[in-house]
């Protein structure tokens, strides 16, 4: 039941888009001057044809006011100039996924050049064979290093300790990095020199199962197509900053290293081996102590979601756990923000209520198992997960003390 993705590029005439006798529908990436303004999905009969004025519809009804906007911005807005930049490290951390590896670095390495110089760092973090070590081996320009404690935290960490640049970006391994990822990065880093946060726009590698179509209907990884400002204050949101996961995704993310350092780094209790909520955990940190946090659609990766059912499942789950995990501990840690944090909570647990209404009403893009699924992962997770975290996340510090 594929979809497939077709990227459009608005300024260009619209071509006609016919679907196989396999496809079920679509997924289209809407480009302006090669920067992303939308994306849509919609289901279809196979075989369907669009004409250029069914895609001109299309298009007008998701990004029409977009454009508009971009034309303005584009008059109106001097451009920035991007140099001196900082000096970056891109880290990648991996365990056991060698052909995701390799597609990483491959387009990673792709955007590299004598002006754009960035560090390519890899943590193998206690891989069962030497493949990850084969893979980067073979690529010129790529550090390995290898941790040997497991957990995600940890690798992280190690990246951390083992970065040269003043920034460090964090991509995962099962992303690819969009021609304009860099460009992006830099224009953040440019246009808000206040920040020690960046985050990009994630959309799908591939929607070819029907777990990850299902995933990208409900929203996937996206946090919008209008660049974001994150200060002490959000108006209009009275629980800023709990709800962490409005800030973006943990597999593409950077860093100034100086503040990450500051910080303390990641919370190795919530990425080892479980529960997941490391990335709000940081971003919430980031708020917090003072600094802003900046989204750039542009900086965009594309991330091959969960094929599996079974794993999306999971997947749900454990972001109900890791989610009431970095709750749980952020409430003890953080009194200033106790009341705004149970509220959080109490929102999360009517609004997973909320979906399972949707889903008995069939006016969810779910499954009722998968709300379930996430539901129970945030009771398991705000009963005493955290504490369950820190002492495993210590069993295996002492394991390679």
């Known amino acids: ?63 029409g006011t977009k454009l508009l906007q971009e034309s303005i911005r584009e008059e109106l807005i001097a451009k920035i100039d991007f140099k001196p930049l900082p000096s970056v490290t891109v880290a990648i951390c991996t365990k056991d996924r060698p052909d995701d590896l390799a597609r990483c670095l491959n387009h990673l390495l792709a955007l590299k050049s004598a002006d754009d110089a960035f560090e390519v760092l890899v943590v193998d973090n206690a891989s069962s064979d030497e493949r990850t070590h084969q893979v980067c081996s073979a690529l010129p320009g790529v550090r390995y290093v290898r941790e040997m404690k497991g957990g995600l935290g940890f690798a992280r960490n190690r990246a951390l300790q083992e970065a040269t640049g003043e920034m460090i970006a964090f991509i995962d391994d099962d992303v690819v990095v969009d021609r304009q990822w860099w460009r992006g990065l830099t224009a953040a880093i440019a246009e808000n020199p206040d920040a020690a946060a960046f985050t990009g726009l994630v959309l799908p590698y591939e929607l070819v199962t029907q777990a990850q179509i299902l995933f990208e209907e409900r929203g996937g990884f996206r946090r919008g197509f209008e660049k974001i400002h994150y200060g002490q204050v959000l108006p209009g949101n009275s629980f800023y900053p709990c709800g962490a996961g409005m800030f973006g995704a943990g597999c593409n993310m950077t860093f100034r290293t100086e503040v990450l350092l500051k910080l303390g780094g990641f919370d190795e209790a919530l990425a080892a081996p479980r529960p997941g909520g490391d990335d709000l955990d940081i971003f919430y940190r980031v708020i917090r102590e003072g600094y802003s946090l900046a989204y750039e659609p542009r900086y965009m990766v594309f991330h091959r979601h969960r094929r599996e059912y079974e794993k999306l499942r999971h997947q749900y789950w454990t972001w109900g756990l890791g989610l009431m995990a970095f709750m749980v501990k952020s409430y003890t840690s953080d009194a200033a923000k106790r009341s705004a944090l149970s509220k959080t909570i109490l929102w999360w647990f009517k609004d997973e209520l909320r979906q399972i209404k949707q889903c008995l009403r069939n006016q969810h893009p779910l499954p009722l198992e998968m709300i379930l699924a996430e539901l129970w992962g945030g009771v398991v997770g705000i009963l005493g997960e955290y504490p369950r975290s820190l002492r495993r996340a210590e069993q295996i510090r002492r394991q390679f003390s």
């Open 1 to 63: 039941m594929p979809y497939s993705i077709i990227e459009i590029e608005v300024t260009q005439p619209l071509p006609t888009i016919s679907l196989s006798e396999s496809d079920t529908g679509i997924a289209l990436i809407l480009r302006r001057k090669d920067q992303p303004i939308g994306f849509l999905m919609q289901a279809l009969p196979a075989k369907s044809v669009l004409s250029p004025e069914d895609l001109a519809q299309l298009i007008a009804k998701e990004v």
